[in-house]
């Protein structure tokens, strides 16, 4: 056993990035990204090369995570909304002016973007349900003058929209009683939609319209008829015939599109890491030297308009995101920045790979997390749960992870069934299993852990945002035994009360909702029956409950109402609600609060270390 690393402050793991998400500009020498302003994440501009950089924005609340650059390369774009609510508004930078226009200052209004397109640079697609709170219609947006028109009006069921190559909605989603949807296209925007083929509930979350060709003659789908995960295949829209382009027998992931020639380059495949397959031959050679830059998993996430540079991000499991600017012409990366380079200075754990065979013989995949320093026996095991539920842990930097392996617990990610990514009988699995088998993975996944002596029994906790906060209520009240305590961060208690107060723009999934989770009017005993609270007797350990005022998809009702029950039934808890976030923390104070309160309950109750709130390194959050 060696001795135990030195005690990562959390301002490092959890404080606003040195610097993110950076996106080359059109002309490719100049690039954006995101840095704090006075603890506040805002976008900078700079000279590629690193220099002449100033901040362009000058938000001085909760801080910009969603922006990009306009196709005229003069004006940066960016959404933000209130108090965490998801009303996202879109706003314009003039780059030569420095002033901001608000280009849909509508109240709670939500703006969705569309799509873009660096062969009209003066034009912006974007979705909003300003005529009726619960679909979205399509406008669009003249960037000079900020006129909007309406070019595609929602009938009451579309849940997307897909655009062709002239930058016309002709494609669509709609959602069908069942929980499924139908893909919908039409010839011209004035025309009538036609339906072309339906996903039913089985495939509809494995399926989905990636884009037009550039004819506009053949779609290119995510589609899992006729096989259990999805395939990428072409469509030919005039004779309905299928063409596989990529599939893979297990897994499921993204794709690279070409910006002129709208032809799918790559498709990602993610298995325990991510892995490429490359479809066009012309960047064979530039994926295998990106692949030498660095150690991690990378993604193209910004190209300029000749195609000449790339921004390309990794992540990988010892470190910070990594971000480079990649020349085609050469072949060569240059290092951009690490998004947190204070973490070099601390050493950090391996995410490992595992599997775990359920109780009912599926295969369980994961990640472990060991403490360094502490060996691989007998160790205090935190469960962490992540939220979707269709969603899926990968590989790669995870700073919970790495907080609660050095603090000294081991930590556990599962996919349990119902996640995404391990095909549609797996992800189906969870259908009405919230609560059900999809926690039953979670326990198998720890008696696994116990079995192969790697957790102490007596020192195991669940923990969670989202799902992973409803699943941590879950295992305080369905399994009160085998956890010693419970984190639920915006988790819902009462499944009833989640599905009947989802926000008005989810009603396009509610069909979805009500077979995935349940139907409110029709299964009131069932859904009880899967709620903590309504279980609340059975709780013996204590449970740490934090939320945000203004969440929009878990109402704050959700943690106030099994506080409430355990406060008349002495049950001992801990409570934090920040009025000023929603569903989950974007300010940076507000993450360190939640941080020191969470490691100082855990310490509590499984031994481990934590830094405390008083110290000089944790009141440095950032500035």
């Not at 139907?519 to 899967?530: A, D, G, I």
Request: aromatic share 10%; hydrophobic share 40%; glycine share 8%.
């Amino acid at each position: 056993m060696t001795a135990l690393p030195t005690l990562i402050p959390r301002r490092v793991l959890f404080g606003n990035p040195t610097k993110t998400n950076p996106q080359i500009s059109p002309s490719g020498t100049h690039v954006a990204y995101l840095a704090p302003v006075d603890n506040v994440l805002n976008v900078w501009v700079g000279d590629l090369d690193g220099a002449n950089a100033r901040p362009v924005t000058h938000d001085c609340d909760r801080g910009i995570r969603l922006y990009f650059w306009a196709a005229d390369g003069q004006h940066i774009l960016y959404l933000q909304d209130v108090g965490g609510d998801e009303n996202w508004r879109l706003y314009a930078v003039n780059l030569g002016t420095m002033t901001v226009r608000d280009l849909t200052p509508f109240p709670e209004v939500q703006v969705q973007v569309v799509d873009r397109d660096k062969h009209f640079p003066n034009e912006l697609l974007i979705a909003m349900n300003k005529e009726d709170p619960r679909v979205h219609d399509v406008y669009h947006l003249d960037l000079p003058s900020g006129t909007l028109r309406l070019v595609a009006k929602n009938r009451g069921d579309i849940a997307s929209w897909v655009t062709d190559a002239a930058l016309r909605v002709r494609g669509a989603t709609a959602a069908t009683p069942d929980g499924g949807f139908e893909l919908l296209v039409r010839d011209t925007e004035a025309g009538e939609w036609n339906p072309i083929l339906k996903w039913g509930p089985d495939d509809s979350l494995n399926s989905q319209p990636v884009g037009f060709s550039r004819s506009g003659t053949s779609l290119y789908l995510e589609d899992s008829r006729h096989a259990d995960t999805s395939r990428l295949v072409e469509l030919d829209l005039a004779t309905g015939n299928l063409k596989v382009l990529a599939d893979d027998p297990r897994y499921v992931g993204g794709v690279l599109i070409h910006p002129d020639t709208y032809e799918i380059q790559a498709v990602a495949f993610d298995r325990a890491r991510t892995e490429w397959t490359v479809l066009d031959d012309a960047i064979h050679e530039d994926f295998a030297h990106i692949a030498q830059l660095h150690h991690g998993d990378f993604s193209i996430i910004s190209r300029d308009h000749a195609d000449r540079t790339w921004v390309v991000a990794f992540t990988a499991d010892d470190g910070p995101a990594a971000f480079y600017a990649y020349d085609r012409s050469t072949r060569q990366g240059r290092l951009l920045f690490y998004s947190k380079p204070d973490l070099s200075a601390y050493p950090l754990a391996p995410m490992e790979p595992i599997t775990v065979t359920s109780r009912d013989g599926f295969t369980l995949h994961g990640y472990l997390t060991f403490p360094p320093g502490l060996g691989r026996a007998r160790l205090p095991l935190v469960v962490n749960v992540h939220g979707g539920p269709h969603a899926r842990d990968t590989w790669g930097f995870d700073p919970e992870a790495q907080w609660l392996a050095n603090r000294g617990y081991a930590c556990l990610q599962v996919n349990f069934r119902g996640s995404t990514g391990y095909g549609k009988r797996f992800l189906n699995a969870g259908d009405k299993e919230w609560g059900g088998k999809m926690h039953d993975d979670l326990v198998d996944a720890v008696r696994w852990a116990v079995d192969q002596g790697i957790a102490d029994p007596r020192k195991v906790a669940i923990y969670g945002a989202s799902y992973g906060g409803y699943a941590a209520l879950i295992g305080a009240t369905f399994t009160p035994d085998l956890f010693c305590c419970a984190v639920d961060v915006v988790g819902p208690s009462n499944l009833i009360t989640m599905i009947q107060t989802i926000p008005p723009y989810w009603s396009t999934f509610i069909a979805v909702e009500h077979r995935r989770v349940g139907n409110p009017e029709t299964e009131t005993e069932f859904l009880k029956s899967r709620s903590p609270l309504f279980r609340v007797d059975r709780i013996k350990r204590p449970i740490l409950i934090a939320h945000g005022a203004n969440d929009p998809r878990v109402k704050q009702a959700e943690s106030e109402q099994i506080v409430e029950a355990m406060k008349r039934k002495g049950i001992p808890y801990e409570y934090l609600l920040f009025p000023d976030e929603g569903h989950g923390f974007a300010k940076p104070e507000n993450r360190l609060r939640f941080y020191a309160v969470a490691e100082r309950f855990l310490a509590q109750h499984l031994g481990g270390r934590f830094e405390p709130e008083g110290s000089a390194a944790a009141d440095l959050d950032g500035r």
